[in-house]
């Protein structure tokens, strides 16, 4: 009796262990984000994978016998692999708010490598490799010990395998037909296949490499312009970093910025200046800048590598080359490249500035080191401050709102103390490098980097009031997404800042809106301002004497500023 006693509970004991291991196997596939964090949670849904894997086993060990450790070994090894790429999945798209794409996030791997190198030491770096390899020799441990469970189990007895060879049929005929109808019940509830990421992976890497049927889909815009409304003034195209629509649609980051664009406000309307913004949808969500870039200069919508890498191998017309054809000097400055950039070659800028060439001499900030009003003030030292000189088109992507957006550098009222050894003094010094980022909290250091960017743009501004440069600010695209939050939309805020009616009155007409709020819908994608900016420079459609801003055309144009006037007490921005 004691026998029986004994063996039903050696029973008992494995068939809850087996348990186990399903439930293991099964969350090892089916897992999701939990958002905006790096962890995972197991919602209430089956992998038709493992359904597979269990009919293998099962018949297997019904015709062959007993699985060899071999065959466990691999399974367990592709149990990881899928692990990984359902973990790449579900948590690229929490934290970037776009799907990862190996083709093109695999070759920056590096980068990422070189960043982190550059903030950690080398035992944080070591502790983090060590850690990865830990958790892999550890899942994989686990996903090993899961299956020799399931496989002793059908091993040892026959309506074992009957059950879940059976049962696992009937899994995968259940997916196969809930694939077929979206009117079919979602019961029993499937995670999506990772067999199927890793197939739209392979797909990307295909059309990537499908050269003639892509350059059939990217026609290149006329882009073409008099530049008679510019009348040889300077054009400053200023993407700036991470600046999405979050910064106005969630209230607590306009409640919070609004200050410091009442700043702006106050800066342009006492220099004369007027200002029109719009939203347009950018090609990117959370990163790859590099698209936004191209789809501004070219015209071209890219919205992924195997554009990108198609468009770099041609000679197409772009923002850079219409300039220098009309007479103007194009010139790069690129604060975050600190490695050879050979796009620069397809745009054909006549001088790129990269982190080396500015030769920024103060502190670093975190991983782009270079603070944006340094990159402001070297540009004015190399290049606009020189005379006599040709006009200057100057592309300028800023870093300081890049991710992680801390340390935010302190604001410096004397500019030309940016170009000293020491830009700062002590005590901002000391608490501005003192931030340290709550990687799960972002939106506070946003702000702070945000807010930073306006107040320097105020500055400069101001810094420039006799100047007349026209100004293009605009986002690459949304701050990842777990500060912009879930399902936000690729909108990004364009503003253009000039003392010609004529120009802020053309673009006007295409949507854009009087002041600094831009208004709901993005009147088009980014690739569409290519042709539109050049239309307005053009003069197009408007009165084409020089209509620079007067007495009369002043108070027209800046009328819609000054409700946006900081307090009367407040005239330079401070931190």
């Known amino acids: 009796m004691s026998s029986n006693a004994s063996e039903r509970r050696r029973l008992a004991w494995r068939w809850v262990g087996t ?3 399903l439930v293991i196997l099964n969350g090892s596939l089916t897992f999701d984000n939990t958002w905006p964090t790096l ?20 018949s297997c060990n019904a015709w062959l016998g007993r699985s060899s450790p071999r065959l466990i070994a691999t399974l367990a090894t592709l149990v990881v692999l899928f692990a990984l790429g359902r973990y790449g999945a579900v948590t690229v798209p929490a934290l970037y708010g776009r799907e990862i794409n190996l083709y093109w996030d695999a070759p920056r791997l590096g980068s990422v490598v070189q960043m982190l190198a550059r903030v950690a030491s080398i035992w944080q770096l070591a502790a983090l490799l060590g850690g990865a390899l830990l958790a892999l020799l550890l899942l994989y441990l686990l996903a090993r010990w899961s299956l020799r469970r399931v496989d002793a189990v059908l091993a040892h007895s026959r309506a074992a395998r009957l059950g879940f060879g059976i049962g696992g049929t009937l899994l995968i005929a259940a997916f196969l037909v809930q694939q077929l109808s979206d009117h079919v019940p979602r019961i029993p509830r499937f995670s999506i296949p990772v067999s199927r990421t ?26 073409h312009s008099s530049f008679e409304a510019l009348s040889g003034r300077d054009v400053l195209l200023i993407f700036m970093e991470s600046y999405g629509s979050v910064t106005f649609d969630r209230p607590a980051f306009e409640r919070e910025l609004r200050p410091a664009r009442e700043r702006l406000a106050k800066a342009l309307e006492e220099t004369g200046r007027g200002v029109v913004s719009a939203f347009v949808v950018s090609p990117t969500f959370g990163g790859q800048s590099v698209l936004a870039h191209l789809s501004l200069l070219s015209g071209i919508e890219v ?10 191998t041609q000679k197409r017309p772009t923002l850079v080359s219409t300039f220098k054809a009309a007479g103007y000097r194009a010139i790069a400055v690129m604060p975050g490249m600190q490695q050879p950039w050979p ?23 975190g991983w782009w080191r270079i603070p944006d009003q340094y990159t402001l003030a070297a540009l004015d030292a190399d290049e606009l401050d020189r005379h006599p000189r040709k006009p200057l088109f100057v592309f300028l992507p800023t870093v300081s709102t890049h991710i992680p957006f801390e340390p935010v550098p302190p604001f410096q009222p004397d500019w030309g103390r940016m170009l000293s050894r020491e830009p700062y003094d002590a005590a901002p010094l000391k608490r501005a490098l003192a931030q340290r980022e709550d990687w799960t909290a972002m939106g506070e250091s946003y702000v702070s980097s945000v807010e930073y960017f306006l107040d320097v743009l105020a500055s400069y ?21 777990n500060v912009s939050g879930e399902g936000a939309p690729w909108d990004v805020p364009v503003h253009v800042i000039s003392r010609r009616t004529d120009i802020l009155e053309s673009l006007q007409r295409r949507g854009f809106r009087s002041g600094l709020t831009p208004a709901r819908p993005a009147i088009g994608k980014m690739s569409e301002l290519a042709p539109w900016l050049l239309d307005a420079f053009g003069g197009n459609g408007a009165d084409r004497h ?17 409700t946006l006037a900081a307090p009367r007490g407040r005239t330079h921005p401070t931190r």
């Open 19 to 21: 348990l186990i291991a």
């Open 39 to 58: 962890a995972v949670h197991w919602p209430a849904e089956l992998s038709v994978e493992i359904a597979a894997v269990l009919v293998l086993l099962a």
């Open 198 to 223: 890793y197939g739209t992976q392979v797909a990307r890497v295909v059309d990537a490499l499908s050269s003639r049927r892509v350059a059939r889909m990217l026609p290149s815009p006329p882009l």
């Open 303 to 312: 919205r992924d590598s195997s554009r990108y890498s198609l468009l770099m």
């Open 343 to 365: 796009e620069g070659a397809f745009y054909g800028f006549d001088e790129i500035y990269d982190a080396a060439k500015l030769a920024y001499r103060g502190p670093p900030f």
């Open 461 to 481: 501004l101001r810094k420039h009031a006799t100047d007349d440069p026209v100004l293009i600010v605009l986002g690459d695209h949304q701050p990842a997404a």
């Open 546 to 562: 020089d209509r620079a801003v007067c007495p009369e055309g002043a108070s027209r144009t800046q009328s819609s500023v000054r």
